[in-house]
């Protein structure tokens, strides 16, 4: 839960199943090896399930569990103190990123 792509992960699947590359799609920033090793933790944790086609090319779609689900309202609710604090976070990253060297 504590990575970066975690919660844009389970947000996105939260109306059910979506193929990767809809997922890779609609995660803004997320690189193709990211979003592998975020929904493979996922699934390892019991959260993500994995549903592979025999297509060709052969087509990969992911849905919460129903333990993922459970996630659902404690993720809504970082998302949305994570958009009403977003420009605070913003400014103290900048603010952070701008001090001056400290002497170790």
Known sequence: MG???TLSVIYELRDGSRRFTDLKRAIDGISQ???????RSLERDGLVERTVYATVPPRV?????????????????????ATLHA??????RDRYDHRPPTPV
């Open 3 to 5: 990575d970066k792509w």
């Open 33 to 39: 090896r990211m979003l592998t090793v975020t929904v």
């Open 61 to 81: 779609d992911y849905r919460l569990t129903a333990l993922g689900q459970t996630l659902l309202k404690t993720a809504w609710e970082l998302i949305d103190w």
């Open 87 to 92: 420009a605070e976070i913003d400014e103290a």
